[in-house]
């Protein structure tokens, strides 16, 4: 099994849809991450969870809503979101203390 | 504010030519990490190294080095002999040094390399 695994790894939604987001990571780490990569844009940090609990929100729409339910699972609800929200999501995990990151491939969405 | 600037939007080279990729950073902070990514097509990160801004000594890597010029703010990475493999967006990155805010990364916009046969 890969590091990181996200799935679905390509996603087509409407504006009005609710869809999520899943990363899976097997690597006994505390930390999983969202990023954002958009176009013509340097990754933006969304979301980090250290052991299960959020520790960073970056000024995130509430369109977005993270979930933690355990140290290896990261899902990224999507709900009414916008057609500028199109991007590259890719999930990370990390030992707590540590700055390396684990990316999964990424989830490429399309909102129409 | 944390900022990462990479200059380099694309850069082709021919296989065996060497390249190098700048990096230029802004922090106010005295402690902080660099750190390079590398994104194939395939589209996940992979981390390539992790520096501290207490240790300014070079290192090589097989084919990859870094020259980490603190008193410049700059630390850039060099292919050397490059191959079609290396053909991907390179990112620089920056952090703070607290606990906890190691994952947290300010990302340059990478660097688009192109290798041809």
């Known amino acids: 099994e890969t590091g990181v695994t996200q799935t679905p790894r390509h996603l087509v939604m409407g504006m009005t849809n609710k869809k999520s987001l899943k990363c899976e990571q097997h690597l006994g780490h505390n930390a999983m991450y969202w990023y954002k990569q958009s176009a013509k844009k340097p990754l933006e940090l969304m979301f980090v969870y250290s052991l299960e609990e959020r520790v960073e929100n970056n000024s995130v729409p509430s369109r977005f809503s993270p979930e933690c339910p355990n140290s290896s699972h990261l899902f990224l609800h999507l709900h009414t979101l916008q057609p500028e929200d199109s991007a590259l999501y890719l999930c990370?995990?990390?030992?707590?203390?540590?700055?390396?990151?684990?990316f999964g491939e990424g989830s490429r969405l399309t909102v129409l | 504010a944390q900022k990462v600037t990479q200059a380099q939007t694309e850069i082709s080279v021919v296989e065996k030519e060497d390249v190098t990729l700048d990096c230029v950073y802004e922090?106010?902070?005295?402690?902080?990490?660099l750190f390079w990514y590398k994104q194939p097509p395939s589209g996940e990160l992979v981390f390539l190294i992790r520096?501290?801004?207490?240790?300014?000594q070079n290192e090589i890597s097989g084919r990859y080095s870094w020259n980490f010029q603190k008193s410049t703010s700059s630390f850039n990475f060099t292919i050397t002999a490059s191959q079609v493999v290396d053909s991907a967006v390179y990112f620089c990155a920056l952090s703070e040094a607290q606990t906890d805010s190691w994952g947290k990364l300010q990302f340059g916009a990478g660097t688009q390399v192109v290798v041809t046969p």
């Open positions: 990370a995990s990390s030992h707590r203390n540590t700055g390396e990151l684990f």
């Open positions: 520096r501290n801004s207490f240790d300014e």
């Open positions: 922090t106010r902070d005295t402690t902080y990490y």
